[in-house]
């Protein structure tokens, strides 16, 4: 490997939930790590609990020989500048991902533009009940799991994310596509460009998955399909409780177990049937994959109940797509007996510039939306998709740029029996815990 003899790590951006699992996995091979954050976050309080150092601010100095970095730390940034003039070796995260993995003797990566978090933790729950040693990396945080855990090195669990053409770093013994929505447009031209790189991902794969209700996936060369309208694992007999779906798998039209799902949304569905679908290629009994999914409780912002405010409860989901947003609010409107009251927070401005039709297409199923100011990541501003350039498509909608006006245009809106809807890959979840925070500390 390019690290070969190294032991030492510094990671810049060790706060981001990619980065800290990488940290972790790094530690617990024998390596000294440690590194920095823009700011304090539970993420860089739970690695210092573990004894993972961790400096908030851009100027501490960097001693160790190799530096990982993210897409979201550009050249100018001060401790890049200063590990390049000094001869550091500068590795992009999903370089170090792509060599980690080549570490283990079978790989399964998830790729998509939705359901890689959700789908990765149900593998992972499926590796543990089934008894396989294995290494999971997820890009967020499993109820029960984390974002990292591991019982052994037999096999790696891995998000493959498109950005940045990072999930071409990765050779997989089997990887999954979720879909092929597009999305980081900062990144790819159009669709034909992103379903290239699919295609790509794919080849890099000894054995691809992909499902079956996604017209462009299905078309991509595969050894196995799964789907709710079709596909060699499907989901049949659909039944729903309270949101939560059961179901029975079969296989090539032979019907196999029924699981019962115990997280929320439809979309799961199709989740479960990806980790179903891989799990048989590596020899899972059907059983044994059933224990698994039932044993899944969700992820961190995945429509995670954070508090309530104004007696309204607060749901908190990392939806940042179109698609996205409108199956959490169909999720959202089918529990709630009075108004979804809708807060998101857009993530970049090119996404929401060039999806600015779906997005308003999507918000206007909401009643008086709130629009919390964008989250810009990585990117300068640009007016042309912006949160105010969404809000003047919205008539109804409504623009904030606090925490303090937030909960004001909330608390001056709810009504018996309402739900808040709090949407956004940014700082929103943050914001909205910590008024929930203040508001409970006032009564």
Known sequence: MFFEGKTQFYFIGIGGISMSALARLLRDRGCSVRGSDMRES???????REGIAV???EEEEIAEPVVVYTGAIGENHPQFRAARAAGKTLVARAK????IAKTFPHVVSVAGCHGKTSASSMLAHIFREGGRPFTCHIGGEDAELGNYFSTGGEYFVTEA??????FLSLESEIGI???TDLDHTDCYRDEDELLDAYRTFARNSRKAVVCDDDLRARHIPHVLSFGTGGGDIRAEDLKCVGERYSFVV??????????KLNVVGKVMVTDALAAF?????????????????????????RFEEVGTLGGAPVICDYAHHPREIAAVMETAQKMCLGTVRVVFQPHTYTRTRDLLEEFTEVLRAAENPIIYRTYAAREPFLHEGSAYMLVSRLPEAIYVQSSAQLKKRLLDAIEPDDLVLVLGAGDIFDIAKSMISAKTASE
């Open 161 to 166: 994310c498109e950005f940045g053409r990072s």
């Open 177 to 179: 596509i979720l879909n």
């Open 96 to 99: 170090l991902l792509g060599e």
């Open 277 to 301: 679908a891989a799990a048989r290629l590596l020899g899972f009994s059907a059983e044994e994959i059933k224990k698994g999914l039932e044993s899944f409780r969700g992820v961190r912002r």
């Open 250 to 259: 079969s296989e090539r039209g032979i019907p196999l177990v029924r699981v």
């Open 55 to 57: 400096h908030i601010g």
């Open 42 to 48: 539970e993420l860089t309080r739970a690695l210092q």
